[in-house]
């Protein structure tokens, strides 16, 4: 048993800070959130006077096999390459505070399994196994003079996604993904910048099709999300059934309306872009991939203003790519320019676990909820760049009742 004694806990339920928090930790669960001193003769007590307590932080859109920024040379990679690379990368998020991400294209049961017998340390991983794409599509990394067919690409690691194209395909693609262990559906339903020939006023897949993903998820119990920019794209997605809304840069007022009605949750992406334009190219994205990073960047801050207005709940994501994963934190600071500082806690921690329908498990401090928990040198409400830096403010990180790190004094 531990017990964490004199914490400022940063309550997301009631959207406040509670000083004075005492917290008993038995095995991977906590069993007690107190205002008042918890008697036990034989917990292992850690004093967290003056310090921040928050739950463990949630990465709702990541991608731990993108290695590289070039995805196309990524799914050309060995799969023992990636599979390492993909270690390394879950364990640095880790050790950033994010106990929690939900992998949108990529990531296989296999690693998940990996990580479960305790090969490599790494965040709890939600995955939807490949993400689905129309031929010319987000997930088709092939030039406009590339004639080869997808089936070798996909069958790699290193492939974020896989093509499918007209209905029947969308259900069997749904249905092996799900049958590989897939949590949800990801579908590329705009275009995107990565990609190299869908500008990203594209549509992705027919109306027809977004249904029938959303018809076999709904059969196997869960749901899809949808990587989607534009204001059409995201307005077609809602009345489809679509409930994750990933990216959002240039939704309408009228649609994140549509969209918060409808119970849908929005995970917007704003630092990928900021790392994109800066390190991009020289990471090895294509030109014209480069070329269109504006057309969403310029964009990113005001989105967060629309959906703030509407309603519409929104979770936390970062959709880094390969060295630029290192940037992740700093969604934090991005998002408080707009964006109250509770709320951005929140987007990390209680609307992420609602969208990864662990509610009461992860991204809350409370009776029953998993033992992750992260402690903070400071008030991030003051200073959201304390999450940032690599985890250097955050002396203890649990996960699952275990310190992955403890720096405490």
Request: proline share 3%; hydrophobic share 45%.
């Amino acid at each position: 048993m531990i017990i964490l004694e004199n914490a400022t806990l940063i309550d997301v339920l009631a959207g406040e800070p509670r000083p004075g928090t005492h917290v008993l930790i038995e095995g991977d669960t906590i069993r007690e959130v107190s205002a008042r001193p918890i008697a036990s003769a034989a917990a292992q007590r850690l004093d967290l006077r003056g310090r921040t307590l928050l739950p463990g932080l949630i990465d709702a859109h990541v991608h731990v096999v993108a290695t590289t920024a070039n995805l196309a040379q990524n799914a050309l990679l060995p799969d023992a390459l990636i599979a390492h690379r993909a270690a390394g990368i879950m364990r640095e998020m880790l050790h950033r505070g994010f106990t929690t991400v939900r992998d949108l294209g990529g990531a296989t049961l296999g690693l998940r399994l990996a990580w479960e017998e305790g090969l490599f340390e790494g965040p709890r991983l939600v995955l939807c196994g490949k993400a689905l794409s129309q031929t010319g599509g987000h997930s088709d990394f092939r030039g406009r003079h590339d004639t080869r067919g997808t089936g070798f690409f996909e069958a790699r690691l290193g492939m974020l996604g896989r093509i499918v194209d007209g209905e029947a395909e969308v259900r069997r693609a749904c249905r092996e993904e799900i049958k590989a262990g897939a949590d949800y559906i990801k579908v590329m339903a705009n275009g995107g910048v990565a990609s190299p020939v869908d500008p990203i006023a594209f549509l992705g897949f027919s109306e027809g099709e977004l249904r029938a993903a959303v018809e076999e998820a709904r059969m196997a119990q869960t749901y899809v999300a949808a990587h989607l920019y534009t204001d059409e794209a995201i307005s077609r997605a809602v009345r489809c059934g679509v409930r994750s809304l990933e990216h959002c840069n240039l939704i309408a007022e009228e649609t994140a309306r549509a969209a918060a009605a409808a119970g849908c949750i929005a995970c917007p992406t704003l630092v990928t872009y900021e790392a994109l334009k800066e390190e991009g190219a020289a990471l090895g994205l294509g030109p014209e991939s480069v070329a269109k990073i504006d057309t969403v960047r310029v964009a990113g801050l005001h989105s967060l203003e629309v959906m703030s207005r509407a309603g519409l709940t929104m979770a936390f994501g970062t959709d880094l790519l390969g060295a630029m994963h290192r940037h992740q934190s700093e969604e934090f600071v991005i998002r408080r320019r707009v964006l109250p500082a509770m709320e951005v806690i929140r987007s990390a921690t209680l609307h992420a676990a609602k969208l990864l329908r662990m509610e009461g498990r992860i991204g809350v401090v409370a009776e029953g909820a998993f033992a992750d928990l992260v402690v903070v040198e400071g008030d991030p409400l003051q200073d959201m760049a304390l999450l940032t830096h690599q985890g250097a403010h955050m002396p203890l990180i649990m996960q699952g009742g275990r310190a992955v790190k403890n720096a405490l004094r």
